[in-house]
């Protein structure tokens, strides 16, 4: 469920079928198919006869400074999903659990304040504690995947890209290539190695208003009883356009500290070089 306070009871986050999700991906001529759900791994149910899905899942961690980061780990089991929940409000069990049973993990939409605040401490620990980076979401904007694509580079991180699709329209807009990869392990061990190559659309403000949209009128043919909060469709393009603008500060403000940082820190290693 949607989780806005006014609309958590009677709107979800997606209306998206797990299997239309599949079919439209073979369309547009994916490889391999998998979804990761807030939270959640419902699509399992409709796609585990797939031999080309395999299931991940996007965990709402709460790291040590009590800031919250959307982890995606990929290629898991029902049993890990439980695991992952349970231990998704402790960030050093949750990464140690997720080393010790070898699963390839990466830090989402670093530069986006979509789950809240950001410290300098935060993007330390994405440097050190997380094999990936997300650096090609298919809904933020072009600035902030830019910066999580520099800061892949700068601290040798893996790369993956994803559409973040919460309306059909989206689905399979922003995907991850592993060049030369035949297969489910072969694609994922390129990926842990960084041989993923991200491919397709940022985000714009544009887009996000269709799709919100587009999960408004959803929300009414499963829920005509909240067709009084679709009176207030009128103010949709104003609110996501107040949020792009946010957005976009958040990214180039939390960019400008985060390039201070690394440039302080090169030069307090060089001083030490020197020294030694």
């Given at each position: 469920?949607?989780?806005?306070?006014l609309?958590?009871?009677?709107?979800?986050?997606?209306y998206?079928?797990?299997l239309?999700?599949?079919?439209?991906?073979?369309?547009?001529?994916?490889?391999?198919?998998?979804?990761?759900?807030?939270d959640?791994i419902?699509?399992?149910?409709?796609?585990?006869?797939?031999p080309?899905?395999?299931?991940?899942?996007?965990?709402?961690?709460?790291?040590?400074?009590?800031?919250?980061?959307?982890?995606?780990?990929?290629d898991?089991?029902?049993?890990?999903?439980?695991?992952?929940?349970?231990?998704?409000?402790?960030?050093?069990?949750?990464?140690?659990?997720?080393i010790?049973?070898?699963?390839?993990?990466?830090?989402?939409?670093?530069?986006?304040?979509?789950?809240?605040?950001?410290?300098?401490?935060?993007?330390h620990?994405?440097?050190?504690?997380?094999?990936?980076?997300?650096?090609?979401?298919?809904?933020?904007?072009?600035?902030?995947?830019?910066?999580?694509?520099?800061m892949?580079?700068?601290?040798?991180?893996?790369?993956?890209?994803?559409?973040?699709?919460?309306?059909?329209?989206?689905?399979?807009?922003?995907?991850t290539?592993?060049?030369?990869?035949?297969?489910?392990?072969?694609?994922?061990?390129?990926?842990?190695?960084?041989?993923g190559r991200?491919?397709?659309?940022?985000?714009?403000?544009?887009?996000?208003?269709?799709?919100?949209?587009?999960?408004?009128?959803?929300?009414?043919r499963?829920?005509?009883?909240?067709?009084?909060?679709?009176a207030?469709?009128?103010?949709?393009?104003?609110?996501?356009?107040?949020?792009?603008?946010?957005e976009?500060?958040?990214?180039?403000?939390?960019?400008?500290?985060?390039?201070q940082?690394?440039?302080?820190?090169?030069?307090?290693?060089?001083?030490?070089?020197?020294?030694?």
């Amino acid at each position: 469920m949607c989780t806005i306070p006014l609309l958590r009871k009677v709107c979800r986050e997606s209306y998206n079928r797990p299997l239309e999700v599949y079919e439209k991906l073979k369309r547009l001529g994916m490889d391999l198919v998998t979804i990761t759900d807030h939270d959640s791994i419902d699509a399992v149910e409709e796609l585990r006869s797939r031999p080309d899905f395999f299931l991940s899942e996007e965990v709402t961690c709460t790291l040590p400074g009590g800031n919250q980061l959307h982890v995606g780990v990929y290629d898991i089991t029902e049993r890990d999903h439980i695991e992952l929940q349970r231990r998704r409000h402790d960030f050093e069990s949750l990464s140690a659990w997720l080393i010790d049973n070898d699963l390839f993990f990466s830090a989402n939409h670093v530069f986006s304040s979509l789950t809240g605040r950001r410290s300098m401490e935060d993007f330390h620990l994405m440097e050190t504690a997380f094999p990936a980076l997300e650096t090609r979401n298919g809904h933020m904007l072009a600035s902030a995947n830019a910066n999580a694509a520099w800061m892949a580079d700068f601290t040798a991180r893996a790369e993956v890209g994803g559409s973040d699709a919460h309306a059909m329209a989206s689905v399979g807009c922003a995907w991850t290539v592993v060049p030369g990869a035949r297969d489910r392990q072969e694609y994922l061990r390129g990926l842990r190695r960084g041989m993923g190559r991200v491919r397709g659309e940022t985000g714009s403000y544009g887009k996000l208003t269709r799709d919100v949209l587009a999960i408004g009128r959803q929300m009414l043919r499963e829920n005509p009883a909240a067709l009084p909060i679709a009176a207030l469709a009128w103010m949709v393009p104003l609110i996501l356009l107040h949020n792009s603008v946010r957005e976009a500060v958040f990214a180039r403000w939390w960019m400008a500290r985060y390039r201070q940082s690394c440039s302080m820190r090169s030069v307090a290693a060089r001083i030490a070089e020197v020294s030694v």
